[in-house]
C-alpha cells in the first residue's frame, strides 16, 4: 500500500514535469516570489491605514455598504477601527511569511489570498481604475 502511494506521488511529478515543464523547484520560487509582491503590498498599503480601511477616512464602512457592488466582500468591513485594520494586516503578513519559507503552503497561500482579496476589495476606488 505504502510503495503505491510512493508510486502514484512520484508519477504524478513525473506527469507535472513532463506536461509543464515544470518542477517543485520552480513552483517553490513562484510561491516565494509571490509572498514578496504580497509582503510589499500589504506594507504599501499599511501607510494609508487610516485613510482607507477605518470609519475615521474616506470611506467609512456605512458608505462602503451603500455603493459596494454584490459579490464584493471583505474581511476589513468587521470593524472601522485601526486596532483591528492593523491586525488583520498583521495576521495576512504573518500568512505571507508562512508562504515564503514554505511552512503548510497550502494553508498559507488559501489564507494569503483571502486576506489580499478582503484587503483590495473595500478599496476598489484607489486599487482600480
Same mark, same amino acid.
Given at each position: 500500500?505504502?510503495?503505491?502511494?510512493?508510486?502514484?506521488?512520484?508519477?504524478?511529478?513525473?506527469?507535472?514535469?513532463?506536461?509543464?515543464?515544470?518542477?517543485?523547484?520552480?513552483?517553490?520560487?513562484?510561491?516565494?516570489?509571490?509572498?514578496?509582491?504580497?509582503?510589499?503590498?500589504?506594507?504599501?498599503? %499599511?501607510?494609508?491605514?487610516?485613510?482607507?480601511?477605518?470609519?475615521?477616512? $474616506?470611506?467609512? /464602512? +456605512?458608505?462602503? #455598504?451603500? @455603493? !459596494?457592488?454584490?459579490?464584493?466582500?471583505?474581511?476589513?468591513?468587521?470593524?472601522?477601527?485601526?486596532?483591528?485594520?492593523?491586525?488583520? %494586516?498583521?495576521?495576512?503578513?504573518?500568512?505571507?511569511?508562512?508562504?515564503? $519559507?514554505?511552512? /503548510? +503552503?497550502?494553508? #498559507?497561500? @488559501? !489564507?494569503?489570498?483571502?486576506?489580499?482579496?478582503?484587503?483590495?476589495?473595500?478599496?476598489?476606488?484607489?486599487?482600480?481604475?
Amino acid at each position: 500500500m505504502v510503495t503505491q502511494i510512493q508510486t502514484s506521488k512520484t508519477s504524478w511529478r513525473r506527469n507535472l514535469e513532463t506536461v509543464l515543464g515544470l518542477d517543485l523547484r520552480s513552483l517553490a520560487a513562484f510561491c516565494i516570489g509571490i509572498s514578496i509582491i504580497i509582503l510589499v503590498d500589504l506594507f504599501t498599503h %499599511f501607510g494609508d491605514l487610516n485613510a482607507h480601511y477605518t470609519d475615521f477616512g $474616506v470611506l467609512p /464602512r +456605512t458608505l462602503l #455598504a451603500e @455603493i !459596494a457592488k454584490p459579490g464584493y466582500w471583505s474581511l476589513h468591513t468587521i470593524s472601522g477601527e485601526p486596532i483591528v485594520q492593523a491586525l488583520l %494586516f498583521a495576521i495576512a503578513a504573518f500568512f505571507a511569511l508562512l508562504m515564503l $519559507v514554505g511552512y /503548510r +503552503t497550502r494553508v #498559507a497561500t @488559501i !489564507a494569503s489570498w483571502v486576506l489580499l482579496v478582503s484587503m483590495h476589495n473595500p478599496c476598489t476606488i484607489v486599487t482600480q481604475p
